[in-house]
């Protein structure tokens, strides 16, 4: 486990986080914690519990609590969280956790354009929904726990904030919806408002991490990064003999890093994900623990057309994991078909109840029949290719 | 007719326009026009033949060769048209005429969105095209004429400009499309790219009224311009006998002026144009003649809704030009119904052959049975607006 630091440390710590906690003290509760985990808000019990394989356990039994409190807990502060592209809240709780808020910006049934490049999409709250249950699905648990919930914008953001900057982006809307934009780089204009209907905002919730005072993250520069041009070609798009420079270069010379890496790239693919620039550790557990899967806002954009560059580095480096493996294997069965799994596992989202998390053709997509005859030509892969094609036309028809 | 120049003078300072004239001379054929009218393009024949009452004549011989020319005539230069919030070009044609050129930037059938203010609205193509079409048919011909066209934008833009602010915002698409998008206010960044497909775009051009130097303009705020504001009300909103201070207001008080504004008050109506705030005429003519209906980009926004609003100085002032009123009633019976009137005015438009120019949504939606009832207010329009609604209702249903 994490376990760095000692609960009374902790806890003396996280005050430590008042950039970002913003209500009166009186909207907080009191806190009676001890070294008994029992005693400890969901929040606390897991970054308590963060091991170094993976962000909670199988079958926790925290995630629940976790989850419902995200989806249903008073709300007690909400300001912008400051440095991204775009919009995103930080939210509080009486009990001290906190979670970042996406809104939804787009319709579920709309596609990104398609002549937008990858880092120009939007960001979308049921792609950081779906992907945490693809992530425990896949039996990563690297995604930090995210619900969805139905947000009061004036009662739990415009009423309670105290970021002015914020605040001042707030107006109505023709219709009479409640509209507000914020500051930040992309979309933070009056075109682009997140809006109420006439209030009620869907938005996704993810568990925040514990703060970096506490436990520091590394950053890592993914070798398969895309250019983040319009015109320039990276060096994997360009070098067939990419991956042995790569499998050569620390960390991925040793250890598990390079088929921690080939996990990270199944999820993308799966979840159409092109925005994998970095990625981030734990710094106290060194190289050898698990990649955090953050940042999964731009996935889920398209239903009509797989990106297979995505598997790349999966085809150059010929290199899978064995459990990955064969958990790919199970939920090619029928009885675990993956598009069947996930649709169950998103039933257990509040917003389920607003209306479905993925719409029926991001499911029913049959990646197979489009693009992987196309793009197999590694020998070796073809089977494994296949067997993914396989695996996935199962998720997506 | 504006005869307040020679055709000697006006081809002397028509190449004072120099600033959007870009191309080498050689594009330009050579000009050997006299003082007969046969031996000018159309486009001059055009300038020369407005006069204080209309744009153009009823059954305009010149009308269709001018169409023609602005649809297929070879472009020799294309430039940014500066000053605008959304992106516009000039094009000019081997015999000196122009047109202002609006991309297609939305799909056809999408409706802007309603929690979108007027004034962040997108511009359309096919409104500029339709609002000339219905300006024609309601007897006004105060639209200068705009026809559709099929643009290569590689040919026809990038490979010709001369305009380097222009050219540094090309690029390719994901999906092999070629995008630009140019500078201005609002709309000109990645995010709102206009892409061919793979390089034809659709767009409107609309030839250029003479030069300001040649036949200046005034410009008049509308009196009841919106507020352009989320929060605030315009003065017409809020004074219910607004209309009797404007009466008594010049121009408004004399002559013909106040019947001119209901004229374009009626046309913005039927095509949902909010964004009104000026108006112009020729100055030459002083105060006693029509109005220009410039900019009519931001109408056939929404058929799902009509904007009553728009008709507040007619409920106000209760005033209308007798012919405008007897065209009404003539585009009220079965066999001129409105909108069918339109869909055979807009079949001669030579993009109609890539698609309906107005979907049948905006041909068909059913103003009437929506919001009428309700706004009709004042005992002495009612009349007059269920006639009116009537006449819409048939021009929409």
């Known amino acids: 486990v994490l376990g760095f630091l000692s609960v009374t440390l902790f806890f003396l710590l996280s005050f430590g986080r008042e950039a970002e906690v913003s209500a009166s003290q009186e909207a907080y509760e009191d806190v009676q914690w ?3 985990s029992n005693s400890h808000p969901p929040w606390l019990r897991f970054h308590l519990n963060i091991s170094r394989w993976q962000l909670y356990l199988h079958r926790d039994p925290n995630m629940e609590p976790l989850t419902q409190q995200l989806a249903t807990h008073r709300i007690v502060s909400a300001v912008q969280k400051s440095g991204g592209t775009q919009l995103k809240l930080v939210m509080s709780f009486p009990n001290y956790g906190q979670a970042m808020l996406k809104p939804m910006k787009q319709e579920r049934d709309e596609e990104t354009n398609y002549n937008l490049y990858y880092f120009s999409d939007f960001e ?23 619900a969805g919930r139905l947000v009061d914008v004036v009662k739990e953001i415009k009423d309670i904030t105290t970021d002015r900057k914020l605040a001042r982006t707030f107006f109505t809307s023709p219709v009479g919806n409640v509209c507000f934009y914020g500051q930040c780089s992309y979309y933070c204009s009056t075109e682009h408002a997140v809006c109420g209907r006439p209030r009620h ?3 996704s919730l ?12 590394r950053t ?39 088929v921690d890496f080939m996990d990270m790239v199944i999820l ?5 994900n092109m925005d994998r620039h970095h990625y981030e550790t734990f710094e106290k557990f060194g190289n050898n623990t698990f990649l955090l899967h953050l940042d999964n806002g731009r996935a889920f954009g398209r239903h009509s057309k797989d990106e297979p560059s995505i598997l790349a580095p999966l085809e150059q480096c010929c290199r899978i994991r064995r459990s990955t493996w064969l958990r790919l294997r199970l939920l090619s069965l ?18 389920h109840r607003v209306a479905p998390l993925l719409s029926e053709p991001h499911l029913a997509s049959d990646c197979c029949s489009r693009n992987y005859q196309q793009s197999v030509q590694v020998s070796l892969l073809i089977n494994l290719k296949e067997r993914l094609c396989n695996l996935i036309s199962i998720w997506q028809s």
Chains 1, 2 share one sequence.
């Not at 009885?335 to 596992?345: E, F, G, H, I």
Request: aromatic share 10%.
């Open 206 to 217: 993810a568990v925040m991490l514990p703060d970096l005072s506490l436990a520091s993250r």
């Open 268 to 272: 993308d693919f799966l979840m159409g």
């Open 220 to 258: 890592w520069r993914s070798p398969w990064r895309r250019s983040y041009s319009r015109s320039k070609l990276a060096k994997w798009e360009t070098e067939p003999d990419y991956c042995s420079t790569v499998k050569k270069t620390p960390p991925y010379d040793k250890g598990t890093r390079l």
């Open 334 to 351: 029928p009885q675990y078909r993956l598009s069947d799994v996930m649709r169950a596992s998103l039933f257990s989202d509040p917003l």
């Open 201 to 203: 905002l869907e938005a």
């Open 124 to 146: 979308r709250h049921n792609a950081e929904i779906a992907a945490f249950h693809l992530d425990r699905i896949l039996g990563y648990r690297r995604v930090p726990p995210v």
């Open 34 to 36: 001890t070294s008994d």
